[in-house]
């Protein structure tokens, strides 16, 4: 026997297809991966196991090291969201925090708002807890007010206004500050999940929504993945004092604590100045590979679809003109050596139009050429 919630859990599409585009000589614009050659490596990058404390291999705090809660609160604060380090929880990768956020405030039938489309490892999450998901629809500056008065009975908000996956789109300042505004009026709770704020190619993103917020309770997620290595798994939380303790609690009962190995590893990263001048030397490389996706596109898929070019984060998001039945496309696709997203999965609800999620991080300016190139013959077909 089950638990009823398990009739809703739904595979990860993603994590099903990452099987297949893993395959030698696959083109894989499926995943959020970064580029192989733009991962850390702490033993490239000269970071040195013995100037680990000596109780490294000893159970930690539920929290996370200190020392890495005080980087984050700083960080945090740095970007208008004031808090102290006893408000941040380091977290096994950030879907942690999804996992935890939605124990804590996800009962059977919560009516929640989620940005349509939205991270779909996110939907997955909260349709296994039970959320009654209501869509907040998007316009080219982020998610649109008028959503918010479409389900007064909702009690939180999920946004991810910074690079959206899978849109790519980064919400107005006037915007961010609206719709705090709102939320604060009606009392909402805002999680604000924000992984691809570093991986910005023009100009430096807006400060985070929940800044804006003068009232509503709120957390805010950031992570390591897309910037250092996803398989560290760290990343980390910031609530408001209301929600911390409970999240600690959920934090110990769903694996004590966080990896210590990748907290040193960050810590001692972060003390050196790695991260930032590993993140500046991957800046380029991403946005060469994001300006290749945009000219072929351009080249090849200008009737067929329309996209915006993302200023930061790591994927394409293509609106298409006709309806297209996108599992057998992607089937299609997986036959030629070309994988990517269909965009259904990241609806909650019935798709608003049809469309296609393509990462442009982990492939060469070649592979993106070769993969659009396939593409668009089988969406000229
Ligand atoms: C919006 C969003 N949130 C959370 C995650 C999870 O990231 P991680 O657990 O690697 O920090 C991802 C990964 O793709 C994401 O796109």
């Not at 019935?350 to 999620?357: D, F, K, S």
Request: charged share 20%; hydrophobic share 45%; proline share 7%.
């Amino acid at each position: 026997m089950q638990a009823t919630r398990i009739e809703r859990l739904t595979s990860s599409l993603v994590r099903d297809i990452l099987a297949v585009a893993t395959r030698p000589g696959m083109i894989s614009f499926a995943g959020g991966l970064p580029a192989e050659e733009g991962l850390f490596r702490p033993q490239d990058a000269g970071i040195d196991l013995n100037a680990f404390p000596d109780n490294l291999w000893q159970y930690g705090m539920s929290e996370g090291e200190p020392a890495l809660r005080e980087w984050v609160a700083q960080r945090a604060s740095g970007m208008g969201l004031e808090c102290s380090p006893e408000q941040v929880l380091i977290l096994s990768g950030s879907q942690q925090g999804i996992d935890l956020v939605a124990k804590l405030l996800v009962d059977e039938s919560t009516d929640i708002l989620v940005e349509s489309p939205a991270y779909l490892a996110a939907l997955q999450v909260f349709r296994l807890f039970g959320a009654r998901m209501h869509d907040i629809r998007q316009d080219e500056e982020g998610a649109m007010p008028s959503a918010l008065a479409a389900a007064p009975q909702a009690r939180f908000a999920y946004f991810t206004p910074t690079f959206q996956n899978p849109t790519g789109r980064c919400a107005t300042p006037e915007r961010r500050a609206e719709l705090a505004g709102l939320c604060d009026r009606r009392g909402l709770t805002v999680f604000e999940d924000d992984p691809y704020r570093d991986l910005s190619f023009d100009a430096p993103p807006p400060a985070p929504l929940v800044s804006h917020l003068a009232k509503s309770r709120w957390i805010y997620q950031g992570s390591f993945s897309k910037t250092l290595s996803p398989g560290l798994r760290l990343g980390y939380l910031v609530a408001h004092p209301d929600l911390i303790t409970p999240l600690v609690r959920l934090k110990q009962a769903a694996d004590l604590h966080t990896n210590r190995l990748s907290q040193f590893i960050v810590l001692l990263a972060l003390q050196q100045g790695l991260v930032e001048r590993h993140v500046a030397s991957n800046l380029p490389l991403y946005r060469e590979r994001r300006d290749a996706m945009h000219a072929v596109l351009q080249e090849k898929l200008a009737g067929e679809a329309s996209w915006v070019k993302p200023s930061g984060g790591l994927f394409f998001w293509l609106q298409l003109q006709r309806k297209i039945d996108g599992m057998a496309l992607l089937q299609e696709a997986l036959e030629r050596g070309l994988a990517f997203m269909p965009g259904d999965p990241f609806f909650a609800g019935q798709p608003e139009y049809p469309a296609l999620r393509l990462n442009f991080s982990h492939s060469t300016p070649e592979e993106i050429r070769r993969g659009v190139a396939i593409l668009a013959e089988l969406l000229g077909r």
